[in-house]
């Protein structure tokens, strides 16, 4: 069920009541609900979700900046500080690194997409296949890390 804002009603006031309390009289027509729209400026909306889109771009950002923080911990540092052998460590670590690009590339795309369908006035959906390839390679990533800090 859809809720409609409907026009507030306005009580009449005689005028000379208005003029004694120094205020000018009330109008008997109903107050606009919206204000006029300008082509110039955006509507509130608009801008606030501009504004979510904005920090969602930014949280693939922070996503793909924390796995190549991990590409970089489980590729190097950690090899170093091992005596174990340095190959699963940096398999490990690409695969972290490229999960990183991934995300960072797909966050772009995807920003572009809903600026796009913002400016249209319309809704872009994700990528649901992509989306699934992400959770399901750092699933896979995750898993491996797992075996190999208990493994060693």
Do not use: C
Not at 37 to 46: A, F, I, K
Not at 65 to 83: H, N
Not at 104 to 119: D, K, N, W
Request: net charge positive; charged share 20%.
């Amino acid at each position: 069920m859809s809720m409609q804002k409907l026009p507030r009603r306005v009580m009449e006031e005689d005028p000379e009541t208005a003029q004694q309390h120094g205020r000018p009289p009330r109008s008997t027509d109903p107050e606009p609900t919206q204000a006029p729209r300008s082509l110039d400026v955006p509507v509130e909306g608009t801008r606030r979700t501009r504004l979510a889109d904005e920090r969602t771009y930014l949280a693939w950002w922070r996503t793909g900046f924390a796995a190549f923080a991990v590409s970089l911990g489980a590729g190097k540092i950690v090899p170093s500080l091992t005596k174990e052998p340095r190959w699963p460590y940096t398999i490990l670590g690409a695969g972290f690194a490229l999960l990183g690009l991934a995300l960072v590339g797909y966050g772009l795309m995807r920003q572009r997409q809903v600026e796009a369908a913002i400016t249209r006035g319309d809704f872009a959906p994700p990528n649901e296949l992509v989306i699934a390839v992400l959770a399901a390679t750092s699933m896979l990533l995750g898993v491996a890390l797992l075996v190999l800090v208990v493994v060693s």
